[in-house]
Structure formats: C-alpha cells, structure tokens
C-alpha cells in the first residue's frame, strides 16, 4: 500500500502539471480577429469546357460593427437564447466542455455544449476539421478571453463572425441579406427571427436548405416555433417584459425582404450555381457555412452551347405561346423545367429552372418535386412486365406483342382475378381518353395511343413493387413514387423532378446501362483537387434486350403516336408523353442514342404559400395542353440546336423476347416475333431466330441504390392524376371513375399537392 504522503504528493504534482500545461497553452494561443473571421472569398464555378461561369460567394457586405450598432433586443435575444449565464460566466462550460472530451475519447462527435465566448472561438476556424488539437485550442482562447475581454467586446465578436443564412457573416450582412436594413435598426421581432436562424441556418432559413428535411415549408415552420419559444425565453430569463412579449403574435412573424443572393446570377446561372453547389456540399461533406466562406473553384458539367440552346427553345415557345396580358386568368403562372443527360456518362448538360433568379424566381423547376409525370411513367410498367412477366406468365416475361383490353370503362381486377371496388363499393372501371373501343390491342398501340385502360391493368399482374424497382433501378427516387397499391400508380401519379426522368430514360437510351446524374466533374481549393468528383460507376439496370425494346415501342410513339412532333428532329428518337387530370401537367421525355432530355410545363403560383397546381385548360388559348404539344416542341427545337452538327446514330436492334400473354388468359406457349405494323424505319425487326428462353437473362444485374440529389427536399406530395376527387371528373385525359377504394393501400387525402408539396397522393388516371 502506498503512503497517504506518496499519494497526495502524486496527485499534487498530476494538478501543478495540469495547471501549468493550462497556464502555458492559454500564454501562447492568439485571441481571434473578428475583421480576418468575416472575411470571404468568392467560389469560381466553370462551364464543362473550363471557362468561368461566374463568381460568388464572397462579395456580400461583411461590415464589422461596434457593439454600440447592436440594438439591445439583438443582444438580448441571443443570450436568452444561446447561453444565459453568458454575463457572468467565464467563457467556459464545463459540462460542455466534459462532453466533448468524453466523446472525442469514445470516438463520438466532436461537438459539445459551448458558451458564446466558445462559438466565437469556434468561428475562427470555420475551414478547420474538428480534431482534438483545435478542440483544446479553442478551449486555451475562450478561457483566456472569458478572464482577460470585457463581455461586450466578446458578444460583439460572435455576433459579426455567426453564420445567418443567405451567404451573411455578421449581424450587419445579416440585417441587410433579411430586412434591408442595417443592424441598429432591427427590432425585436426581427432580432428574435435571426437570433432563431442562428440555431442553424440550413434547417431555420425559411428560404430552405440542402437535404430533404429542409424544404422551404419545413424551415419555416421550425423557424416559427423557433422565434416564438426564444421571444418566451427571453421573458422567461427576465430580458423582455411581458406586455412586450404580448404584441408578437403568429401574425407578426418578421416579413423578409427577396434575397439578394441574385446578384450576378442573370438567366439560368442561379440555377446551375444552386445544383453543382449542392452537388459538392453533399459528395464533400462541406458545409454551409464553409462554403459560403468560398475558395473553391468548382468545374460543372454544364455546357454553355446546351444550356443556352434549352433556355431559348423554352423562351421562344413561352413567347409564342402565352400572352398574360390578353389572358391573364389562365396564362400566368405557367411555369417550365427542363433538364438533358448525356447517356454515356450521365453528365447533366443542361438545365432550364426558371425565368432566373434576377427575375425573382428561385425555385429550381427542373429539380422540382410534386408534379406527376402523367404517362411517362408507363415505360416502367412495360419494363417491368418484360422483365417479371405475370402472374398468368408463370415467372416468364411478356413480349411487347401481348394483348390487353382497351375498351374505354374497363373493370380493372386486382392480382387475384377480383374486381376492384369504387368509393360506392361497385366494380372499378379504368376512363381513357377516349371513348373509342378498341377492343384487344398490343402493348405497342397501347402505348402508341397512351391508352389508360392496359396499363391500369397491367401493373395489377406484374405487381407494383416490381414496378417500383425497375423505376428504382433508373434511377428514380423511393421517395417519389406514389406508395399507393392503386390502378393510377400506372398512369403517373408519382412525381420524379425532370433531371430524374431524363437520366432514367437515358437508362433505356444505354441499353439497360443507369449512371447517376452529376453536375460536377472537378473541385480545387486552395489549388489541391478534393476527392469524390469522379464519374459515378455505371450500373446494369435491366436486360439490354428489356431496355431496346421498351427503345423500339418508344420509337413508335414518336413516328406514329402522340409524340410526332418530335419527329422534326430528323433522327432516330425515342420518347413518352405524359398529361395528368384536370391538366395540372405536361410532359414530355425522350431520347436520342446520344442525349436524354426531359421537359415540363405546369401552373402555380410561386408566391403562393401552398403553390398548389392550377389547371391549364385555357392556357394559350387552348382547350387543353398535351404532352405531346409544348413540351415536344421544346424538346425538338431543344434536341435540334444540341446535337448540330453530329451524325445520327441507330439505336440498337431490339430482339424479340418474351411471351404472348393477354389479359384473358394463359400466355402462348410460345414466343413469337413482334410483328408492330408501327415500328420505325430506323429499328427493323430482327430476323434473328427467336431466343430459346422466352426469359431474359438477367444474371450480374447489380443492386441500384439511387443517389439522392442535392439533399432534395420533400418529394411526397403531388397532384394532377385524379384532381381532388378521386378523379370523378377525369379531365381531358381521363380518370378514374369514383376512384378504386379496393385495391391494397387505396388511400386519398383528397387534398391538391404542390411542387415540392407534403400532401396525399392522388388517384386520378393520366393520358394523352
């Protein structure tokens, strides 16, 4: 046993040890230069080919204030809110401080409870890992200041190094990026709003952030709660009197000035700068506060020639079209997007978002979710009937030459051979288009002519979820597909963005072959590459053949059905229209054996709070718009400018696969060779025997997992399809009748979505 004298003398010399090593780390650590903190460069984003885009980032006004232009209720507010010991603390907490060397022992997080003195340490090494070494140092600075500055000069360094959203560092920046108005005039609802946003600006900033929980609509919703419970706090600490409190209801939540993150950004430059720097925050792991501080020079995908060539197709068919002074009840708030893949490398060229951000319109329309995609989304049933056949199929595919009924009001019968059931309990009866009775028809006419009725059908024998992952394995997002079991998850009621579906649809272009969309190629900061810009690693999605011959059935939709306009392109093209209920939505999405290009045209209000989708019967004058209408004459005049000048290439023959099955019955016993009396010149049958396996192989086929873009936003809303009633009326295109309320998982909120939106899924039918 050791003496008490050994003991004691030991831990003695442990403590003067400590104590002396803490002595000398706070001697020798710097205290932080507010001025050098706020500082920021600015982020050179580069077209495809390496020239400068533009420069932003760091040009916003960083003006270092005294704490005298720090109003009271500023102050007052982040302290009720941030640290309320902050006045009489020593800049330390030693909890907090507890935590953080705990969990960087256990190999936790870095992070801790911190004081204010701690976060303005903190934000002097914005650009630095979160290592030990910096944890302790900022330890050795804050305990330094919190014994040797006075508390306002502290409270004034934190308050002009903070982070507040909108690419401000500093109260004053963030007064003007806000309210337009310099710091000293804020009041205390304004200065409770960003003493809210600094709790973090990527989930606070009401503008929205990156990642799929931060929607516009979500950060404005905690920011609210945020405002309102710091306000109550800073009652509750004794910083504002109670009558004061009273007079900032729900209503007088601090109105917010457009944000001036504009500037520069003419034309589609905002947009483009918006998707590669998401691109690069997400695959580098930055933050947003670290790249606003900026110094990265980043190197896109997009191409200046193809960007400019969609924005003007776009532009000369609106100018054409839409006159919102002579109609201004249905031509305003039309809205386009737009995107285009190169299918060989899954490189986004270009993209059409909006009008721009100069012209106050930041809403990224070709990365918009909540707009049904209409029949563009049948290729997925086919695909998956060819590659999982059904159940009268026995496990074996189907060939494009089966026959299904087509006949407008079709009772449509679960996978058991049992009707579907309306609202009234009655058998549920598929509406097309169309009244026509075409009676048995091939799956190529059904397409060709977009009928609702085979599809409707169709997804019931395959199964939805062997829908589901075929559309996966495009590269369609989960959390996109509509999740209802119903007959109208067939005909479009999910809502992928329009970089989404072209980049699946390059999937079929490449012969089964899915890449994942990027938009950025190169980053350098400081003039060293980060990693993880690479080309994403190309994955088989499906059987080539599978993909060839939903190419083929494609390509006879654009010689002979509802996408001919796209036949003015003069080489082989391949493509789908899709419209939705009650003409919420258009459509149209097609290919090329070299590009992919998707466009579509909806109305909302995007001052709105809801931005519900409006009707576009009427719009330009007419009755009603199709998918094979605007949306194809963009694509063509968009395609025709972007592929100039290169030679056109076939599309691989398709061969014949699959059996011939109907929805009668058993299929054939054997496969037969598609005999389509549609098919394109450029695409000839094959006069190949047909394969011994009326199965196509599907052996080294990958599992897909896709990759979420850019911390997208809330993709479960949706509208069109089915309007707000189930689809009783059917629109233009058809709905359903009463809406099916047997099929597994039928539900309907009843409720119109948005762009973006979080309301129920529609059941309501899509044609064209």
């Known amino acids: 046993m050791p003496s008490w004298k050994l003991v004691s003398g030991t831990a003695l010399g442990f403590f003067a040890v400590v104590f002396a090593g803490a002595g000398i780390g706070i001697a020798m650590v710097g205290e932080p230069d507010p001025h050098k903190a706020a500082q920021a460069q600015n982020n050179v984003f580069e077209w495809a080919d390496g020239t400068q885009m533009v420069a932003t980032g760091g040009s916003m006004n960083r003006q270092i204030v005294p704490i005298s232009d720090i109003p009271r209720s500023m102050r007052d507010a982040v302290i009720a809110a941030e640290n309320e010991s902050f006045e009489t603390d020593k800049g330390v907490d030693p909890m907090g401080i507890g935590r953080a060397v705990w969990n960087m022992a256990t190999g936790g997080s870095t992070q801790g409870g911190s004081t204010i003195t701690q976060q303005y340490v903190k934000n002097t090494y914005l650009d630095s890992d979160q290592t030990l070494k910096r944890k302790v140092t900022e330890l050795f600075i804050a305990i330094r200041l919190g014994v040797s500055e006075e508390k306002d000069t502290v409270l004034a360094g934190y308050l002009n190094t903070a982070y507040y959203g909108r690419d401000a560092y500093g109260i004053q920046a963030a007064a003007r990026a806000y309210f337009g108005k310099d710091c000293k005039d804020l009041n205390p609802a304004e200065s409770a709003f960003l003493a809210s946003v600094l709790k973090g600006p990527n989930l606070y900033n009401p503008d929205g952030g990156i990642g799929a ?213 009655s058998p549920f009866k598929q509406k097309n288009e169309s009244p026509t009775p075409y009676g048995y028809v091939t799956l190529t006419e059904a397409m060709e002519k977009s009928i609702n009725v085979p599809f409707a059908q169709l997804v019931f024998d395959v199964g939805h979820d062997k829908v589901r992952n075929v559309a996966k394995a495009t590269g369609i997002l989960e959390e996109s597909m509509n999740p209802n079991n119903d007959a109208s998850f067939a005909l479009g009621t999910s809502t992928p963005s329009a970089i989404r579906m072209a980049d699946s649809y390059a999937t079929f272009a490449a012969s089964g072959m899915h890449r994942e969309p990027y938009s950025v190629t190169e980053v350098k900061k400081n003039g060293d590459k980060l990693p993880g810009f690479e080309a994403p690693t190309p994955q088989r999605a499906m059987d080539n053949a599978i993909a060839d011959n939903v190419t083929k059935v494609l390509q006879n939709v654009v010689q002979n059905g509802t996408g001919t306009k796209a036949k003015k392109l003069g080489r082989p093209a391949a493509g789908k229209t899709g419209t939705t209920d009650e003409n919420k939505s258009a459509w149209f999405v097609g290919y ?161 979505g948005r762009p973006g939106g979080t309301t129920g899924w529609p059941t309501g039918a899509a044609a064209d």
């Open 213 to 425: 929980a931060a929607t516009p609509a979500l950060n404005e919703q905690r920011a609210r709660k945020r405002w309102a419970w710091v306000l109550d706090r800073e009652v509750e600490v004794g910083r504002m009197d109670k009558s004061v409190r009273a007079k900032y209801t729900d209503a007088e939540f601090p109105p917010r000035i457009e944000s001036e993150q504009a500037r520069g950004m003419t034309g589609q430059i905002g947009y483009l700068v918006d998707t590669a720097k998401a691109y690069v925050m997400k695959n580098a792991h930055i933050s947003a506060e670290q790249m606003a501080l900026g110094g990265y020079t980043i190197r896109t995908t997009f191409e200046k020639p193809k960007v400019d060539a969609l924005a003007k197709a776009v532009e000369d068919t609106r100018n054409a079209f839409l006159d919102e002074k002579k109609r201004p009840e249905f031509d305003t708030f039309v809205q386009f997007g737009a995107s285009s893949v190169d299918v060989k490398t899954g490189k986004i060229v270009a993209i059409y978002g909006g009008p721009g951000w100069d012209q106050k319109y930041f809403s990224n329309n070709a990365n918009t979710s909540g707009v049904p995609v209409g029949s563009t989304w049948k290729p997925y049933v086919l695909a998956a009937a060819m590659e999982y056949g059904t159940q009268n199929s026995k496990g074996q595919g189907i060939s494009v030459d089966s026959k299904y009924q087509a006949n407008d009001l079709t009772v449509i019968n679960n996978r058991e051979g049992r009707p579907l059931r309306d609202a009234s309990g």
């Open 592 to 752: 090329t054996p070299e590009l992919s290009t998707s466009v579509v045209l909806f109305r909302s209000n995007p001052n709105s709070k809801d931005k519900e989708l409006q009707s576009m019967n009427g719009v330009g004058g007419t009755d009603s718009i199709h998918g094979g209408d605007i949306p194809a004459v963009i694509w063509t005049e968009y395609m025709r400018e972007a592929l100039k000048g290169a030679p056109p290439t076939q599309f691989p023959e398709a061969e014949d696969i699959g059996v011939k099955a109907d929805s009668a019955g058993a299929p054939t016993p054997t496969p037969s060779a598609p005999a389509s009396p549609s098919a394109s010149p450029s695409t000839p049958p094959s006069s190949s025997p047909p394969p011994p396996s009326p199965t196509p192989s599907k052996s080294g086929k990958p599992s897909c997992k896709p990759w979420e873009l850019y911390c997208d936003p809330d993709t479960t809303g949706g509208t069109g399809n089915g309007g707000t009633d189930g689809g009783t009326d059917g629109g233009t295109d058809g709905g359903i009748i009463g809406g099916p309320s047997g099929s597994p998982s039928q539900t309907n909120t009843g409720k119109p």
